[in-house]
């Protein structure tokens, strides 16, 4: 005999009623239909008014059949859950539609010849031309950028964390979140500043040092986040068996912080490969092929992308090399953050079992 029976009492029932998995789905559809039928109704052409809409439908919708079922508390939270995966689509569907319609427009004029060829006598407004040229300059500029910036930046950020004590600690750690929030524009007023009083003309590598001035922040703030996830106990046995202060450093912290550094520093790479403020000012732009970043103006991806919109003239071609060259460009920047990703992965210290 059951337990009911013997006391002669039911079982209480404490589970709430509930709403099937599938209802989100069926609310998001029928909140865009309707959502659809109110815009056509009203005469509102822009699908973003649409969406809008059926948004706040799909909200809406989503409480007032979960209260009725579920109650009010779990309303709430399926409210607050509508918001977040609202706010999440909001986001995506202009990344995914800037990437469509960079692919779809890019790939008419992108082959082998594109990438191999430079404009030379090649007029904006006419067909044929390349990015030869500003693969080249752009590779060059940011790879200097790189050589100065990310060896400034990873010891400051040593300094920071390992010594930085006082006011100068302070000072620097002031300077760098000033610096993390400068245009670029103004890091390349400041060296075209420098190239007025020397009277010098536009070349490479005044481009590289706007761009490592854009740099250097991003990759201390990021070294220093690392450096401070290694645990002390780590320096502090280093240091109980004699080790000097500067060696611990070098070969107890920074390896097993290398792959997060090395993963901000890309991040950083590819923070300035597309900055074009300070190209535009101290590059000055070529369409022929500059191999020499110390002498005379050189071109770069960011730099040829707006010079093809810029003089196009309303020319298909220059608005095809501009779109080509921004795929480029994208491939580029998610080359360097999956190379950061596997670095990070790589490096990343391995649970025992």
Same mark, same amino acid.
């Given at each position: 005999m059951s337990t009911a029976a013997v006391t002669g009492k039911r079982s209480s029932t404490l589970?709430?009623?509930?709403?099937?998995?599938?209802?989100p789905w069926a609310?998001?559809?029928?909140?865009?239909?309707?959502?659809?039928?109110? =815009?056509?109704?009203?005469?509102?052409?822009?699908?973003?008014?649409?969406?809008?809409?059926?948004?706040?439908?799909?909200?809406?919708?989503?409480y007032g059949i979960a209260a009725r079922v579920e109650g009010r508390r779990q309303a709430k939270d399926r409210v607050a859950t509508s918001l977040v995966w609202v706010a999440f689509v909001v986001a995506v569907i202009p990344l995914v539609s800037l990437i469509w319609v960079t692919v779809a427009r890019g790939v008419k004029v992108l082959d082998l010849y594109f990438l191999s060829h430079s404009m030379g006598v090649v007029a904006d407004t006419e067909p044929g031309g390349g990015i030869?040229?500003?693969?080249?300059?752009?590779?060059?500029?940011?790879?200097l950028a790189t050589a100065i910036g990310a060896p400034?930046?990873?010891l400051t950020a040593i300094y920071l964390v390992e010594y930085g004590r006082g006011r100068l600690a302070k000072a620097v750690t002031f300077f760098v979140d000033v610096m993390t929030?400068?245009? =670029?524009i103004v890091a390349g007023l400041f060296?075209?500043?420098?190239?007025?009083?020397?009277?010098m003309e536009p070349f490479g590598f005044a481009g590289s040092l706007a761009l490592a001035i854009l740099m250097m922040?991003?990759?201390?703030?990021?070294?220093?986040?690392?450096?401070?996830?290694v645990p002390n106990e780590l320096r502090e046995a280093s240091l109980a068996l004699g080790v000097p202060k500067w060696r611990t450093i070098l070969k107890v912290v920074l390896p097993t912080s290398i792959g997060g550094i090395t993963t901000g520093i890309m991040l950083a790479v590819a923070r300035i490969a597309g900055e074009t403020a300070p190209v535009l000012l101290l590059v000055f732009g070529n369409p022929f092929i500059n191999n020499n970043p110390f002498e005379g103006a050189q071109a770069s991806l960011p730099l040829y992308i707006y010079q093809q919109f810029a003089n196009s003239a309303g020319s298909g071609a220059a608005y095809?090399?501009?779109w080509a060259a921004s795929l480029t460009l994208i491939a580029f920047v998610m080359i360097l953050n999956l190379v950061a990703r596997g670095i990070a992965r790589w490096k990343a210290p391995k649970s025992g079992r």
């Amino acid at each position: 005999m059951s337990t009911a029976a013997v006391t002669g009492k039911r079982s209480s029932t404490l589970r709430a009623a509930s709403l099937p998995r599938w209802t989100p789905w069926a609310i998001a559809a029928g909140s865009l239909a309707l959502g659809i039928g109110i =815009s056509a109704a009203a005469g509102l052409d822009s699908t973003i008014q649409w969406g809008l809409i059926a948004a706040v439908l799909f909200v809406l919708g989503t409480y007032g059949i979960a209260a009725r079922v579920e109650g009010r508390r779990q309303a709430k939270d399926r409210v607050a859950t509508s918001l977040v995966w609202v706010a999440f689509v909001v986001a995506v569907i202009p990344l995914v539609s800037l990437i469509w319609v960079t692919v779809a427009r890019g790939v008419k004029v992108l082959d082998l010849y594109f990438l191999s060829h430079s404009m030379g006598v090649v007029a904006d407004t006419e067909p044929g031309g390349g990015i030869y040229h500003a693969i080249i300059g752009s590779l060059e500029q940011v790879g200097l950028a790189t050589a100065i910036g990310a060896p400034i930046g990873v010891l400051t950020a040593i300094y920071l964390v390992e010594y930085g004590r006082g006011r100068l600690a302070k000072a620097v750690t002031f300077f760098v979140d000033v610096m993390t929030g400068i245009p =670029s524009i103004v890091a390349g007023l400041f060296i075209l500043s420098l190239m007025l009083i020397f009277k010098m003309e536009p070349f490479g590598f005044a481009g590289s040092l706007a761009l490592a001035i854009l740099m250097m922040p991003v990759v201390v703030r990021s070294t220093e986040e690392m450096l401070k996830l290694v645990p002390n106990e780590l320096r502090e046995a280093s240091l109980a068996l004699g080790v000097p202060k500067w060696r611990t450093i070098l070969k107890v912290v920074l390896p097993t912080s290398i792959g997060g550094i090395t993963t901000g520093i890309m991040l950083a790479v590819a923070r300035i490969a597309g900055e074009t403020a300070p190209v535009l000012l101290l590059v000055f732009g070529n369409p022929f092929i500059n191999n020499n970043p110390f002498e005379g103006a050189q071109a770069s991806l960011p730099l040829y992308i707006y010079q093809q919109f810029a003089n196009s003239a309303g020319s298909g071609a220059a608005y095809d090399r501009a779109w080509a060259a921004s795929l480029t460009l994208i491939a580029f920047v998610m080359i360097l953050n999956l190379v950061a990703r596997g670095i990070a992965r790589w490096k990343a210290p391995k649970s025992g079992r």
